[in-house]
């Protein structure tokens, strides 16, 4: 018995972390952190049409959705709600789109989705590209890879939040479906620019180390020709 409870802990620990990232390829973020959004046209649930660039000046939360979800979608939207408020007020603070990826989507499907999460439209927006191009230049500006399921309006894709910075840079990405207030304000303050110290000095460890190593080395070195 024990061993077959040995046996399982890694096959659960598996299907876990694949239904909290998704089951689609995740973003190569060594390709995507710290460059540029296209400006997109997208349209809203009022079906008003503006581009992702008039949005500058504050940090965006992109939450990529389809709204046919039946799973993962809903349940990141509305673990999203019960800590996003917590953050700050969107639209004030911060903007929130919750963008369909799904080329099939129309304004009544943004509405429906919009009504059944109780998502204002205003601060927190939930949008569509204008066109396929614009959509796919979204999606391959944070490289968000998905695949439609065979006879079926379901798709493959990675559960995530994006964070970008008021000048529209990508900054951030958690993964999951369920999400806890410590980790979004931690992704928030450094798309604002807050990140902590350790973040900020990150692309220097490397050469702190070494440089580390060669004055100790060179100070050993000393005191063994001093003997």
């Known amino acids: 018995m024990r061993l077959l409870v040995r046996g399982s802990l890694p096959l659960l620990l598996f299907f876990t972390l694949a ?14 952190i710290g460059t540029k959004l296209p400006d997109v046209m997208l349209i809203d649930s009022h079906g008003k049409s503006f581009n992702l660039y008039s949005l500058r000046g504050k940090p965006i939360i992109l939450s990529p ?34 963008f369909t990826f799904d080329p099939k989507d129309r304004l009544e499907d943004l509405r ?8 204002d439209g205003r601060g927190w927006k939930v949008v569509m590209a204008k066109d396929s191009q614009e959509l796919f230049k979204l999606t391959d500006a944070i490289d968000f890879r998905f695949m439609s399921e065979q006879n079926s309006r379901d ?4 559960n995530l939040l994006v964070f970008i910075s008021p000048q529209m840079v990508v900054k951030k990405y958690v993964y999951g479906v369920v999400f806890k207030y410590e980790d979004l304000k931690k992704a928030l303050d450094y798309a604002e620019g807050k990140e902590d110290l350790l973040e900020r000095l990150r692309p220097y460890l490397f050469f702190v180390g070494l440089l580390g190593f060669g004055v100790s080395s060179l100070y050993l070195l000393l005191k063994i020709f001093k003997r």
């Open 112 to 119: 429906r989705f919009q009504k059944e999460h109780g998502i």
């Open 155 to 158: 798709f493959i894709h990675p």
């Open 65 to 98: 959705i389809y709204t046919h979800c039946s799973s993962a979608c809903p349940i990141i939207t509305d673990s999203l709600k019960k800590v996003v408020y917590k953050l700050g007020t969107p639209g004030r603070d911060f903007w929130v789109l919750s």
């Open 19 to 32: 239904y909290a990232q998704g089951t689609g390829i995740p973003p190569n973020e060594s390709r995507t």
